[in-house]
């Protein structure tokens, strides 16, 4: 890869490199949190569910009352350039993720102008891709879920202090594991960046979304399961039921559905990954998207740890 | 003032311009909140309770694990060093504020750098300069502090969304106004980024700490306040105490003490500014600090009327 | 109208004017706000649902331990008589309301009777019949509903001070605005007389009744909903759904389905009023009420402006 | 006594007959429990501790929002006139209470005339003068008192229903008992309408006034400790405090101090009543009042018994 | 009865009288409330819903982190064994019950063996056969249930002292009702032994098991229900719904379904018992256990109530 | 050692060899947690803060409303007993405790017989004798303590099922860990059998007793602290401020104050074990107790460790 070869950002109305993409250290997105963001991946190098993901973005922007001075189809339209722009640097079968940022920018003074990105990301495969054959872990936090009362979790917020504290905490008992915090209420809520699913007695639930993320793929999961005659419930969840489910999943832009066998250093749904519902639902999942997810993350994973590896030596 | 007297910004342990002052897009202090920061204000241009902001400081880097890679000491010549390099910029009269400012850097991962920032900022006379003399206005939100469970209110973390919200909701009852958020457990924690004290037959009462931040104002005016002879405590404390109040004021390294008088759109108070005993502990400050405060404020806040009116011109 | 013709109201067991329609200072209705109450309103001068709220009443009366020695049957009578003694005071075109309020009487002690009051009750045309048009704002406020421990939300009590709190906290920001109360786990609740509906994908959804009133009007709109083949359920309901719903509507016996386009000074559900679910629930009320239930309250609210202008000549 | 001996009652302005002291049905007072009240009682026919009870009057209306129209000197007036009307029917060795309540009227609207009463009420000798020698029970109740974010208790509001609920539900124990409410936190609250102080290791303990009204009589037990060196202090106190309390005592306007011997059917406290710390602040109440405090309510309720046992005969 | 016909009881593998089955006072089942248990009835002594009771027990296993060392397989063949062993000391129109205990033994060092216990239970059919006919009655109870945070209702752990104190305080209002725990959130949960179902419009509805035991008798009921076209859901019920329900029933291993006609000393339900829904549901079940649940009940308490009399003789 | 040297346990009234001291698998102690406890220690053989231990024997006695039928003194008896026959199987540098135990019994009905132990434990010098050089550890989990509304934890209740599982919780961070419980409130609470006391700016300082044990050593600590001029109070106390304390140690009746070094896998206190306040207070427990009890409990752990090693070889 040449040097010029540098990812492209969409920053406040121009492109510019990835290396070059900085705000200023007086942008309220840097001092105060302000701000909301998405994350958008590609199937094919196409994005996957735009629209809603954009939906989403301007229903956290409308309660955060900032005005991105953008239309939906603008928006739209500065994604797929993004694609565009960066799928050079992403292998033919790699697939990669297109981050909007918007923050009040500069102050909260009315008609002050958001600060507006859309970065690319890289998938983590090396972080989850082997999950799916063994299954990821989960580790219950002592850190809770912001109440909606300060603000809800259904806006994708940049104030995600608590997300890292409790990610920290994970590691402490289990450093291949993902967080999982409870909502002020003591239900189970969510991972820092995933929903979680439960199996049981052949029916998916997910919790209520009082202090969770209203997670796209988690409906995705939701029409799937409805498609393939398995019933599936937003519900109060509580520890219980994830330890004694049949089958547990995680789902998140990146991995679709991504099987659970531990929990709290426990093995959990019989150690076995995925469970058949989980299967099921990744099957559908790879039609839906036109690519065989599961197989998709292993191999990419397989070749980030040979990079690694390569990197090592 | 010439072209070339830009404010200086410590940033990773370089002396930048103001406005050559970035950070990468990727910096998980714009990503997540995932940072810690203070306000030294200067008195003549020395700072105030350095060491007690510094402390601070370290407390909350400790509890958000992050690792600034810099000694107590260092840190404090580098706020010395920042006064004396933006000091030529204000005024002999003016005092000013210095942040530091700490976030996890670009990466979770242990041994990763973390981002180091020492700005200097205006301290906004125009907005509160006036309110010693007729009271400042607060509102309660329907907008709470987060629970400690979540992350502490004594951490100064910048993820404040939820302080940007109380703000925008305070205002749409009174535009001058304060918000003032209750803790999730209901009683009185704090404005954005002041506390609130209140003076019930003769005596100075704040919110126990579990929602607010353990301000280094408040305890400066309880250090005021035992010389004085005046009793003061921390305990819980819920709007009725404020609506019903002797005096009220908010505290905060910008303005010291600055009565309020209304809230919620209603006169507390008997709408006297400032009261008996926040005139002493007003009186008692501008002594330890070798500046009438309040003359100083009322000053700069003219000040500040005149440029604007004289820019609008 | 000549003076005799004033309106009867019905006071432990006789018919007297409303002027004359006075209980004593130690009634516990008025010293302890114990007693429960209902609003029952006609259509072309027929009682609408008086079943439902007379069984509501029932309930009230059972939790409140308040027996009014009346039997459901009585009760029954004594409505239709209110209405026929009432109707001559209304125009043939208008309708209004009998509100029958029972309370302990004047001692706690077994045996002690019961205070008994039947009285009509103008609509209020003039506060919200152009908002069918135009669309009402609503104000979420500091102030909460009261949980089911200290007393449920279900049973029409008159201690209703905090809804007072609430109304006037709400008019601090929107002199127009109807309060929204959450309840203390922080889900929405209700307005001081009103229920609360969004509709987000087709789907209207109301918040579960932990804190608040099963309305009647409510009912009416699943029944209609059903009818029609619009999924409608109750849930938990946070203020990001009311934020970002399709279509928001208050219900109420006066006003059966009113639209919403402003929550705390923001514009809603694109600011258009009513949305077209909305739309079929008010033709669909307005057969089964056999009335034009938008269409009387336009005509009214545009009389009562009428009657205020000629007053104010 | 004569007929025409009826009690005094001020009624916006007017002095007229008890019994003919109404208000209309349509007072928010009646329909919306939106009403704050007071209970000053007298020693010897002198209005006790006037100025703290107009005071806490004061406070109620202003978070009520309430205005009364009237000065406090004005109302001072009022409460000494009532009693000077009042006091020939009573007998010169009993006391009686003056009732100030005070609604927001027939409407919300600005400008509209509060309703305000001042009335004399006996006091219920006859219910609690026998416990200062066998101690009063109390029962804790599944009924809480409601959360300041509802309605402070704090404001001695009239919307007390839940304060009947959790009477009856105290009744269904022990039909002498006075409910005891905890408060939404799960820490002891209050009595319908008296505080409770508990003695720990010679220390007098009375709840934080989060959940319960701030008793000018617990005002004056803490006054009347200092003074004879009795350490007294407010602070969370759970139903484990109360059960193993060395001593109980409930303080209100009427009696003062009242000791408790029975919690929620079991005794406490040895069963002795009262306690050494209760007598000495009984002594001493009585020499502030001038009044043997005890003795007073011993003798009126062995009146009333026989009054009740004569008109049994 | 012989002498040596005494009960079998399955300890740690022996089968022992029951009169010998000891565990060490250093047993954390003993010390420390650390174990988990079930109860399986039998209907014409043969198991009912054993699967699933030994399903759940495993569910309790593993969230307590104790290991029985026994497969599902083992333990079903130790019931069954314990019916065998026990039918003998049963007539053949009773029945009765086996619990399992399983304690984490002497210590919690990991390696540590469990204790294992297998015990016969005759059913108490003397506490509740009578109320079939005449309604059981339910006392709202001061305590609560734990939340899912201390350790979840579902788990069915021998840690229940609050169970104990609940039963004593409803025994105080009512010496034959059962307690009725609310659940921290301030919803219906459970009696210390049993699940709460009410019937609202022709719906049977039962708590959302936030604090509740999964009950199996409830799922029996769910799944007769399904097959009688009666609906039937889990949803956050409140105290009002109770007291306003069209029929209330509870429902444990040993009664299947009670009908009840009192709550908190107030006739519920119209004072019938039982309902037709319940009738219905209890004829369902005496189907599928073959056994006419109420007949049994009614006759063996009658037996038991002539042995009290005759041992009283 | 020879073989009738067993230690000795009462046990309902007989005194019996610790391998014979069991108790029915019916006793409500093991089915059902239904029993409280305390542990009393010895210093050179003699007990230790008897009566304080007893009276908080006799408070959870009469919260749980169960009759030892023994009086104080004969308890006193019993434990002074047990001291003596028990202590010759103790090295004479050693110390031990005792555990009274009492139980419901067999039944809940009126009139049953407790079941009544006094039982002599080794203390774990093995366990702590090491912190005091270097400090324990300790790990927030995410189970919680229970509210006083299920059952108040001043009772020293053996319900600890969620104690143990916060044990395993904290030992998956860390197997040298001790668990720290928050309560329901997010407050810290305390330790499985310790409480928590931080040392802030020169003042000790405990966690307010709403979510845990009174403490006896705790008040020791505090009488200490009276005595040697340290300011020390009982407040809430959140993570925060344990883990920027400037000293930390928890207090039991085994380890006396016991340094901790290390919080949720983070190096807290600098590391220092004892720090400056700590050590006063070990010293004047030390001249309390007559033992030097850092010597005692180094000497016997290293004894401890020696025995292992000596079996292990």
């Not at 991504?258 to 959990?268: D, F, K, M, S």
Request: with cysteine; charged share 25%.
């Amino acid at each position: 890869m040449t040097q010029k070869a540098e990812r492209q950002v969409y920053l406040n109305g121009q492109w510019v490199n990835e290396s070059a993409a900085k705000v200023s250290i007086s942008d309220r997105g840097f001092t105060a949190g302000d701000g909301v963001y998405e994350a958008i991946r590609t199937f094919r190098h196409k994005p996957f569910r735009l629209d809603d993901h954009l939906e989403r973005l301007c229903n956290s922007l409308r309660v955060a009352r900032i005005d991105p001075r953008l239309s939906m189809e603008q928006m739209k339209a500065i994604v797929l350039e993004a694609i565009e722009r960066n799928r050079p640097l992403f292998d033919a079968d790699d697939d990669f993720k297109i981050y909007p940022t918007i923050t009040r920018g500069l102050s909260m003074k009315a008609g002050s102008p958001a600060t507006v990105i859309f970065a690319p990301r890289s998938i983590s495969w090396g972080e989850f891709g082997r999950h799916y054959a063994t299954g990821a872990h989960i580790v219950t936090t002592s850190v809770r879920k912001q109440p909606p009362e300060c603000y809800d979790a259904k806006v994708k917020s940049t104030s995600r202090f608590h997300h890292t504290l409790a990610d920290i905490e994970a590691a402490l008992v289990d450093p291949e594991a993902y967080c999982l915090m409870l909502g002020m209420d003591g239900n189970v809520a969510e991972n820092r960046s995933s929903n979680i699913c439960i199996v049981r007695k052949g029916r998916i639930e997910t919790p209520s979304p009082m202090h969770c993320l209203r997670g796209i793929t988690t409906e995705v999961v939701f029409e799937l399961a409805s498609k393939l005659g398995i019933p599936a419930v937003e519900k109060d969840i509580q520890m219980y039921d994830v330890i004694n489910a049949d089958e547990v999943f995680l789902t998140a832009t990146s991995f679709c559905a991504l099987p659970v066998t531990r929990a709290n250093g426990q093995t959990i749904c019989g150690g076995k990954a995925p469970g058949p519902v989980t299967q099921r639902i990744l099957d559908a999942f790879s039609d839906l998207a036109g690519v065989d997810v599961v197989e998709q993350a292993t191999r990419r994973a397989a070749r980030a740890k040979e990079k690694v590896l390569a990197n090592a030596a």
